[in-house]
């Protein structure tokens, strides 16, 4: 084991993202509403050593009253409005909402037009939208600060 | 009528053949099943719908999903199939999709569709006493977006991309069976080199997905250690796929007769550096993790799906083999290029966690040898293609990292009438609810991971 935490150590320092300077923190919560997993592929990474977004002030939190921003992927389907507009109520204010990839911004392929909505802004307030299919985790990450800048 | 398709799977059955799925066909009123010989020979045995009504063949094969999902979608009732849950619509009313729970103490712990982690939703019922899991009821299909059904009266051409989102773990593995079935319905057999890109693009997503797994199964336990390394190897292979194809996830990269230009003199170079480095770095990685005896101890006899229950459940792929049934599509992949390709298993397989484990890692090695194979041979290739008999249905069958995936694609004019996908993740849902059984809550996570499913796939 020894070992590998050398090799995790080493590997971070030759690696890792840079940040920003100023400190801040952030709760973010995930909700899948209909996309295809590759968003979900790419946001299991950000707490990959590659980009290790704790090091930012920024985590992934298990419950939405837990959460300062939403971050939305897929293209809302009609079987996830529901717990995601439930999600959204259950967060404090103030909150934001990011679209996450191109189904919820509503640019993405849609399949049956009767079962997917045009993305998350039908439904709530975008405050920042990610585009890509799917955004890199070095977008999402960027993308993520930039808000976290602005507010 | 009914008695003849029923008679007519049973002779299949005895003979051998697996079931490979169930659909209804848009246009003539029929249901289909496809039946897989041992060696890979196809038979699709078709019933009539009459006056709504078709008959059951749960009892027989694991058309469990096929059928309910027959009849949400094209309304057809399946005599002997009781009770007939919904499994595409959801219904408000609990009862009527939900298990009663039965026996004092016993209550239910009702989860998702949004999880508490990254994960795609969906939603799990599991009768408990205390951490004492007893049953455990899937809701999928929350994230059920028609991508079959929009894909109808599109070129074949344009059918592919509903294809490729619905999901992009499996990407090329969905793509790939697609672009096959479509292949044989305008009469085309693919060159000796395209067949050695798909097949090396194939085995990248299944490197890429089974580290993946490795560190989602590190995850499940609390070992962040193992979870970070492996997350990293399986990271440099996205970027690797990146740097050959643009897209971290292959997308893109398979179509219809056509050749991408991925395996350049460069590109080869890169992919054998690359895998040789990430090869003897999961070397290292995995060593340490399975002399770490506090890990070991979470993973063994938990989850345990045994072959008899494999058989009877229908379930597929790495979770398969992982209890001994040495059972793997490349073996008859003729479309590709797996010469004398036999199925790795491990030495002991007992169907849990920890077989399921190391089913990961001895696939991600027997990928690595396919593609160092593969990459050597492409200068001495030609790139004739041939042709044969068109036909009115095309099937495709693929092994992607979660099992045999099939696609089919019944055309008219160069148009879709009907697309069919049943992927690795579909055929092996209920033996994750099987698996849970039995077990502790807090150990489901890892079960899951041990799975780890696309939703995606599933819902389409």
Redesign the interface.
């Known amino acids: ?1 020894i ?3 050398r ?2 150590q080493n ?1 971070r320092k030759e690696h890792r993202t840079e940040g920003p300077g100023n400190r801040q923190s952030l709760a973010i919560r ?9 968003c ?6 950000l707490s ?3 980009h290790d977004i704790q090091r930012f002030g920024l985590s ?1 939190v ?2 939405p009253r837990h959460a300062d921003i939403l971050l939305v992927s ?2 809302v ?4 409005r529901e ?1 995601l507009l439930a ?1 959204h109520s259950a967060m404090p204010e103030p909150k934001k909402v990011i679209a996450l990839g191109n189904c919820a911004i509503g640019e ?9 909505g045009l993305g998350v802004s039908q439904l709530l307030p975008v405050d920042a939208a990610i585009p890509g ?2 955004p ?1 985790p070095e977008k999402i990450v960027s993308a993520i600060l930039s808000l976290a800048k602005k507010s | 009528m009914t008695d003849t398709f029923r008679n007519q799977v049973a002779e299949l059955l005895n003979n051998d053949y697996t079931f490979g799925g169930l659909y209804a066909t848009k246009l003539s009123g029929s249901v289909k099943a496809v039946f897989i010989s041992p060696n890979g020979a196809l038979k699709i045995l078709e019933c009539q719908v009459q006056s709504g009504e078709a008959p059951s063949i749960a009892d027989l094969v694991p058309s469990n999903w096929d059928e309910r999902e027959a009849h949400d979608l094209y309304q057809i009732s399946f005599n002997g199939h009781s009770p007939l849950r919904p499994l595409v619509e959801h219904d408000p009313i609990s009862d009527h999709w939900t298990v009663a729970v039965k026996g004092s103490d016993v209550y239910q712990i009702a989860v998702g569709p949004i999880h508490a982690g990254i994960i795609e939703s969906g939603h799990f019922r599991f009768h408990v006493i205390g951490d004492r899991i007893l049953f455990l009821d899937t809701q999928l299909f929350y994230k059920y977006r028609g991508l079959e059904i929009a894909a109808e009266n599109k070129t074949l051409h344009e059918g592919k991309r509903y294809v490729e989102r619905m999901c992009m773990g499996c990407s090329v593995a969905n793509a790939l069976a697609y672009v096959q079935a479509c292949e044989e319905i305008i009469g085309y057999i693919p060159s000796a080199k395209l067949r050695i890109l798909r097949t090396v693009l194939l085995e990248l997503e299944r490197l890429w997905n089974h580290l993946n797994d490795i560190a989602a199964i590190c995850a499940g336990v609390g070992m962040s250690l193992g979870n970070q390394i492996f997350l990293v190897l399986s990271e440099r292979i996205r970027r690797l796929n990146f740097s050959l194809t643009g897209h971290r996830y292959l997308s893109g990269t398979i179509d219809i007769g056509e050749i991408k230009p991925v395996l350049t003199a460069d590109n080869i170079e890169n992919i054998r550096s690359e895998l040789e480095s990430v090869r003897l770095r999961a070397k290292e990685a995995w060593r340490e993790l399975i002399f770490n005896s506090s890990f070991a101890a979470r993973l063994e006899g938990v989850g345990v799906v045994d072959t008899a229950q494999i058989r009877r459940l229908g379930a597929v792929g790495p979770a398969a083999r992982a209890a001994g049934l040495k059972e793997d599509f490349r073996a008859h992949s003729t479309k590709l290029d797996y010469e004398n390709f036999e199925a790795v298993i491990p030495e002991n397989p007992k169907g849990d966690v920890r077989s399921r484990l190391e089913q990961r890692y001895l696939e991600f090695l027997q990928s690595t040898e396919i593609i160092f194979r593969l990459i050597r041979k492409t200068d001495i290739l030609t790139d004739e293609e041939t042709a044969c008999e068109p036909k009115p249905l095309g099937i495709g069958i693929t092994e992607s990292a979660r099992g045999r995936t099939l696609c089919i694609v019944e055309a008219s004019e160069g148009r879709i009438e009907r697309l069919h996908m049943r992927t690795g993740s579909y055929a092996n849902w209920s033996a994750v609810a099987y698996a849970a059984v039995g077990n502790l809550l807090p150990d489901f996570p890892l079960i899951n991971k041990s799975f780890e499913l696309c939703y995606a796939c599933s819902d389409r």
Do not use: K, Q
Request: contains cysteine; hydrophobic residues 30%; aromatic residues 4%.
């Open positions: 084991m070992v590998l935490i090799r995790l590997f995930h909700c899948d509403a209909g996309s295809c997993n590759g979900e592929h790419e946001l299991n990474l990959s050593p590659y992934l298990s419950s897929g293209s389907t009609s079987g996830m717990p999600a993405g392929l849609l399949g049956n037009s009767e079962l997917t299919c799917p890199t």
